[in-house]
């Protein structure tokens, strides 16, 4: 029971105006509204708060549905995840705040994967010193056809520096691993409509209940069930912040110039580049260039950078 007065607590779930708060590491969620015009400084996103926000709240009585404690004030971030989304190009949205990892959600089919969607994904997480690990899931759906393919994916992103975790929901592969990982730790769960996001949320805790979906066969593309934000507690230690499938993912406050440096492969290896800077797209003596070429930096890789120099506004 949340007794009248002040204190701190986090935010655990983000339903338009309406919020849930726990004092966390205790698991007391009590309901929070907003009250007039909580902004974070300097902050241009459609959303003042966040789940992961650290918030001071106020409340004049008991805590319960009719009487929702007051959040008064946002506390500073140690890092968050933003994106612009389609169709608000010249705004942006955060989709989590105060992370300890970000655990991406993918698959190379059902539906299709997208590198430059992952790659965009990924180097948002560098930009806000976010610790990104990939989830390959549905790898019991591949089949020996789609080993090769399996294989080339998971060398690209490791020698780029990422862990990749192959799982299966319904073998249970990877899943130990992954719930390791994710121990005592904040962790978002992100990735694009229908990878089974919720479904390894569920694998890792079967106490946990998140809205799972299912890929339409017209398009082979998932169908949005999580409408909300929201923290779960881990069985295990530790939460997992759920999201919604994401299908678009602008890049934010980022610069052309300073894009390479957010991929870890080419941080690397630019100080070996005759000029500076460099776009690593023309210039001579260009190290970025000569590692494509030589197979030390992934093809596929340096095409999502070339997109990503190109997009300016427009987003896949």
Known sequence: MIEPGQGIATVVK??????????????DTFPAVLRGKVRLKGSSS??????????????STRVDESSPAIITRVLERSNYLIRKSTNLSRQSHVIAANLDQAVIATSLYFPEIKLPFLDRILVTCEVYRIPAVIALNKIDLYGEVAAEQMEDFINIYTRAGYTVIPCSTRT????????????DKVNLFSGESGVGKSSLIKALDPGLDPKIGKISSAHLQGKHTTSLYEMYKMASGGYIIDTPGIRGFGLVDLEKEEISKYFPEMLRLMDG????????????????KAAVDEGLVSAERYCSYLGMLEEDKKFR
Do not use: M, Q
């Open 172 to 183: 249970g592969e990877g899943i130990e691993k992954l719930r390791e990982l994710c121990r």
């Open 46 to 59: 459609t959303n003042p708060v966040a789940v992961g926000d650290r918030v001071e709240y106020s409340c």
């Open 14 to 27: 983000n339903a338009g105006s309406h919020y849930l708060l726990s004092r966390l590491p205790e698991w």
């Open 273 to 288: 580049c005759r000029f500076s800077p460099c776009t690593h797209t023309h210039e001579p003596g260009c190290a970025i």
